[in-house]
């Protein structure tokens, strides 16, 4: 899912929720790992012990699969010690949805290691090691073949203390999607409704979607982040923190009942409408609306809405009860109202936008930027200019490159202009065709209200579709959501995902590796790849939208899947034993391996 901003908001507001965590200093009934994030954390600690002449893929593979296995084996015998059970989740295909980010994630890998590696030349530095975890844990690699046969080795030798359960990559789902439903399952069942529960995951999102479980005693544990000012206190004493999920329910309660303490309110609820709102500031499957992105303060806008309407609809704006099958819905009159309010804020948010271009164009370095830079190498000055630095700024190392965008689209011109300019930019809609304009923005919309949709029903109940994705490089305009809510009484709740199959592991290789990349791929797949129409080695990052290079998505053409299976269908009989092993789908979700008996 992805808000790499939140946990760093949540620990702004209240450092009292995050403590360190004591070896064997408490006492938790489950453990669960979101497995990948644990490799790219060894990862980046391992790599800086290895030389220049430590460029074997095997000599890698080897030393990382074996630190995160210890890893892991510490953290279970020697940190949470669950009394029940380990659940190791690895992340398995991924629905559609995802692999459109996963794809912009791997070009602009490449992309970003040819920049810096030009910078190191031009300065005569010597370039580190070339491998790169991000596509290697992709299910089918034979990186994550052999890591889920050395986690299956340590479980065979009872190098653990615990019961284990292990969902590895041939099981379908994101790692954090898989262990969710348990965790549900856990608070469905009166006998383990009180039973405490640790999650391992460093992602912000991971606070949000263990609070729509409804599961009281849970502890978010990550691993603390040195350059954070927040987490930064626990280095010296703690390896990992907890975030109290008991203690953060009872903030986001009362940040979202600031306006009418003295109803009475249904906590649970609340933090479902919470969660749908961080849902709307963008996510993995939501494009944020133009102005609302958490970043920029779009979540304490939508929050200020949300009290406004609240006492005045007094009802709840998503109906869910974790403990029944019935789907989830979204009050339609409350949602309507919410959009219309952000209506009504659109102009005077877009204009902000223009104004912070200018601000940016005029190429004042702040004075928390000069300091952080003083005692910075010229080539970390380049890095981080590069990835962190407003396109538009005169001193990002590309501002050439970008610069004719940042007056393209206006938004201090009169509203129907530059919704026009938005449409055509980033949509291609001709405005001039008003027919082709007006049923444009409304296929659009709709797509946009199936990403809602989509993401409530993921999170909450299982993924709805593995074929259905968002289309398009931006959100739609509230105005126009509105239009289409109002004057065709479009019902968000009568939204249908056709049932489909997931995709396999070589099916998701194939659609989110860039050429580059191919040589990850048996032999007889990688020309797929060669395509320069549906893969390109040269692209653009969308600029404008992004406004950084770290949160701006590549601009990729959309790929025909059906051609994409039809093609790798036609070569799946030259894949060689093993590699068909590595496509395989399993129906068995975990492997379970029984608690050592102390006798």
Not at 35 to 42: A, D
Not at 355 to 372: C, F, Q
Not at 396 to 412: G, M, Q, S
């Amino acid at each position: 899912m992805g808000i790499p901003t939140f946990f760093r908001s949540i620990l702004q507001k209240n450092r009292r929720l995050i403590r360190g965590a004591v070896q064997g200093g408490e006492e938790f009934d489950y453990f669960f790992i979101d497995f990948n994030s644990l490799v790219y954390n060894t990862w980046n600690k391992i790599q800086r012990s290895l030389s220049s002449s430590d460029q074997d893929e095997t000599i890698i593979h080897d030393r990382l699969i074996e630190a995160t296995v210890e890893k892991v084996l510490y953290m279970v015998n020697e940190i949470v010690c669950p009394a029940h059970y380990v659940f190791i989740s690895m992340d398995g295909v991924a629905p559609r949805a995802k692999m459109v980010q996963q794809r912009s994630r791997r070009y602009k890998s490449v992309q970003l290691k040819e920049v810096m590696r030009a910078k190191r030349a031009e300065l005569d530095m010597a370039n580190p090691i070339e491998w790169d975890p991000s596509p290697n844990i992709c299910p089918g690699t034979v990186f994550m073949e052999k890591m889920g046969l050395a986690l299956r080795v340590a479980m065979k030798a009872n190098r653990f203390h615990s019961q284990v359960l292990l969902s590895d990559v041939g099981c379908p789902g994101e790692g954090e999607h898989k262990f969710l439903k348990r965790i549900r399952m856990i608070h469905a069942d009166p006998q383990t409704r009180d039973a405490s529960v640790v999650v391992y995951s460093p992602d912000g999102d991971m606070i949000s979607l263990s609070l729509l479980t409804h599961k009281s005693q849970i502890h978010i544990m990550r691993i603390p982040d040195k350059e954070s000012l927040h987490e930064s206190r626990f280095c010296k004493d703690f390896e990992f923190i907890y975030c109290d999920l008991d203690a953060l329910r009872k903030d986001f309660f009362n940040q979202l009942t600031v306006t009418y303490r003295g109803e009475d309110i249904d906590e649970l609820r609340i933090l479902n409408d919470y969660n749908f709102l961080l849902f709307m500031v963008g996510n993995d499957f939501v494009p944020s609306l133009p102005f609302l992105k958490i970043r920029s303060g779009g979540l304490d806008l939508l929050i200020g809405i949300y009290n406004r309407l609240r006492p005045e609809i007094r009802e709840y704006l998503i109906d869910y009860d974790p403990l029944s099958p019935a789907t989830p819905r979204i009050h339609p009159v409350f949602f309507e109202r919410l959009i219309v309010e952000l209506s009504k804020t659109e102009n005077r948010e877009m204009q902000q936008e223009t104004e912070e271009r200018i601000r940016h164009m005029g190429g004042n370095l702040s004075g928390k930027t000069r300091k952080m830079e003083e005692g910075m190498t010229p080539f970390q000055v380049f890095e981080s200019r590069y990835q962190h630095m407003c396109f538009f700024s005169p001193h990002h190392p590309e501002a050439h490159r970008y610069a004719h965008l940042a007056t393209l689209i206006d938004y201090r011109r009169p509203k129907h202009e530059w919704k026009a300019k938005y449409y055509e930019y980033f949509l291609g809609i001709d405005a001039q065709n008003m027919t082709a304009y007006n049923e444009g923005r409304t296929q659009i919309v709709v797509n946009y209200l199936e990403s809602l949709v989509f993401t409530l029903r993921y999170y909450l109940q299982g993924c709805p579709s593995y074929d259905w994705h968002y289309r398009y490089r931006v959100s739609p305009l509230p105005s126009d959501i509105f239009s289409v809510l109002s004057r065709f009484r479009y019902d968000i709740n009568n939204i249908v995902f056709p049932a489909s199959q997931p995709f396999s592991p070589m099916e998701q290789l194939c659609f989110i590796l860039p050429p580059q990349m191919s040589f990850l791929l048996p032999l007889p797949l990688r020309e797929i790849l060669s395509d320069r129409e549906s893969y390109p080695t040269e692209f653009e990052v969308d600029a404008l939208a992004g406004s950084k290079y770290i949160y701006s998505e590549a601009i990729l053409p959309e790929l025909d899947t059906e051609a994409l299976k039809a093609k790798i269908r036609a070569r799946i009989s030259l894949l060689n034993a093993n590699e068909q092993k590595r496509n395989l789908s399993s129906t068995r979700l975990v492997y379970l391996k029984k608690k050592k008996s102390s006798s």
